[in-house]
């Protein structure tokens, strides 16, 4: 019982980690309330600054792919205990991300600054609704599954630990994967552009879409007829771009 209870105290305190990590990322992203932030005072000469951020956003998209690969699941679950692995995914990220926060180099420069008030208001209004979607479709999905809190729970309680069925509710009847859709507004909607911010949206925008081909490699051998017919069928980030199949 006591295996039983630090695993879902790990798990807990893996999943508070990320909750803090998230939060943390709203503020470092949009450039308010946080100690640092995308932009900022330069603090090197451009070539190490930029090298520095290079590093660091492929730290993080090295990690986020190859921990979340089955073949790399199949390997790290000798060591890390199956109810943990998700868990423990969860806290390597949150790690990466504080990484990134933390020695996250300012570069300064402009790319476009929107100076008229109701322009500001609608980008930074685009800017929540991208994180709001997020959260939402993390919660469409199994939230708490997806990270980490459901296996340490069923394990607590001694219940098995089942798959998730296949589905589309809500926002996935209309794109096959609204939570990046969710990242990218929230990523590319910001009244002043900078050199730093769009360096950090180019990066994970093509970190997405090579995610979203891996992912969807995993999602079809796990689901092979449902999930391939659910991708003929739905677009796979524009909403109302492909005109549903008869089934």
């Known amino acids: 019982m006591l295996k039983r209870i630090a695993f879902f105290i790990y798990g807990s305190l893996s999943y ?19 100690p640092t932030a995308l932009d900022g005072a330069v603090r090197r000469p451009l070539g190490i600054a930029l090298a520095i951020d290079v590093v660091l956003l492929t730290l993080f998209a090295v990690q986020h792919s190859v921990m979340a690969r089955k073949g790399f699941k199949d390997w790290w679950t000798r060591i890390v205990p199956k109810p943990l692995e998700r868990s423990t995914y969860v806290l390597f990220s949150s790690a990466a991300l504080i990484l990134l926060f933390w020695q996250w180099e300012p570069l300064g420069g402009v790319v476009w600054s929107i100076d008229d008030p109701a322009g500001r208001i609608v980008l930074r209004s685009l800017f929540a609704f991208g994180w709001a979607l997020v959260l939402v479709s993390t919660f469409l999905i199994n939230h708490f599954d997806l990270f980490g809190m459901r296996q340490v729970y069923l394990y607590l ?8 069925k296949f589905g589309t509710p809500g926002p996935y009847r209309l794109v096959r994967h609204p939570l990046y859709v969710g990242w990218l507004f929230a990523f590319w909607s910001t009244p002043t552009m900078t050199l730093a911010h769009l360096l950090f949206s180019v990066a994970t925008t ?5 995610a979203i081909q891996l992912e969807e490699r995993d999602l079809t051998r796990e689901h092979p007829e449902s999930y391939e017919a659910y991708r003929r069928s739905v677009p796979m980030l524009i909403p109302f771009t492909r005109r549903r199949q008869a089934s």
């Open 16 to 34: 508070l980690l990320f909750l803090a990590t998230f939060l943390y990322a709203i503020g470092f992203i949009g450039n308010f309330g946080v």
């Open 157 to 164: 309680v001694g219940r098995p630990y089942t798959n998730l």
């Open 206 to 210: 093509a970190y997405i879409l090579i």
